[in-house]
């Protein structure tokens, strides 16, 4: 009876694995047959997401309609407002915070932010209209770039679009006080068994953030701000100790090999 227990056990393990495996293949083909993909929202592979040539496809298939990854700015307004705030200039935040009430607009209003990736997502508009008025946003669509200029260049003027690649831009060292990044890590980095494609470049996206973000000897460091997928935001405070004067805040869902990435890129050795 103890044997028949035994066999029946490894009988019903073996049946249990061999469905979850089924299951998971069940689970892809589905997904290649959903509306999503159809529709070409979702492309059929991971290392599409590099591909400018999927996201041409992508806008194409928008007709100017806005798209949102990972939530709008009624989600992630707060969060920006406060990282974006805090960075940039000593200085100024003194001047700021001395100016009848107005700091919080002055703040805002001084801050040089980075959109990369920017897509034709409503968040940079908003943040426009927030008080964050020094806004350049780059994509390598250029379908993307001349949509979003054309609607918003007359309402928001002080706002640039611009066709880049975010992981070998044309700016400056030190352009920038802030780095907003909603996806665009992601994006690149695929799902950690895409290839080694993915991670080389996210590690030169990464790179190029650190170049950009405004390190001078009056900025003391860096602050990594990270919100994931829950909605849940962390700091991990200057990168080269002191108070935080730029900040990168990425949008992210947080899986293991994109955690890694950041980590060795701000919280490694100097």
């Not at 703040?107 to 959109?115: D, E, F, I, M, S």
């Not at 996210?202 to 390190?215: M, N, P």
Request: with cysteine; proline share 4%; net charge neutral.
């Amino acid at each position: 009876q103890g044997g028949n227990k035994s066999k029946a056990n490894k009988n019903k393990a073996r049946a249990h694995g061999g469905n979850k495996h089924k299951a998971k293949h069940a689970l892809k083909d589905k997904d290649k047959d959903c509306p999503a993909h159809a529709d070409g929202l979702v492309p059929s592979q991971f290392s599409d997401f590099r591909s400018a040539t999927f996201w041409e496809g992508f806008f194409a298939s928008r007709a100017g309609k806005e798209f949102e990854w990972y939530g709008d700015w009624n989600t992630l307004g707060e969060l920006i407002k406060q990282c974006v705030q805090r960075s940039g200039n000593k200085g100024e935040h003194a001047k700021a915070d001395g100016a009848d009430g107005d700091g919080e607009i002055l703040r805002l209003a001084k801050r040089r932010v980075l959109v990369p990736g920017c897509g034709n997502s409503e968040l940079s508009p908003c943040m426009y209209d927030a008080g964050l008025t020094n806004i350049t946003n780059v994509d390598f669509s250029v379908t993307c770039i001349r949509e979003m200029l054309t609607k918003h260049v007359r309402s928001r003027p002080g706002m640039k679009w611009l066709v880049m690649d975010m992981t070998r831009t044309a700016f400056e060292d030190n352009s920038f006080d802030a780095v907003v990044d909603k996806g665009s890590l992601d994006a690149l980095m695929g799902d950690g068994d895409d290839s080694d494609e993915g991670r080389r470049c996210g590690i030169a996206f990464l790179r190029e953030v650190q170049r950009l973000l405004d390190t001078t000897p009056n900025q003391p460091g860096a602050t990594l701000a990270e919100a994931n997928g829950n909605g849940n935001a962390h700091s991990n405070g200057s990168a080269n100790g002191g108070s935080p004067s730029c900040v990168y805040l990425v949008v992210t869902l947080a899986q293991g090999h994109v955690v890694r990435a950041l980590l060795d890129a701000f919280c490694g050795p100097p």
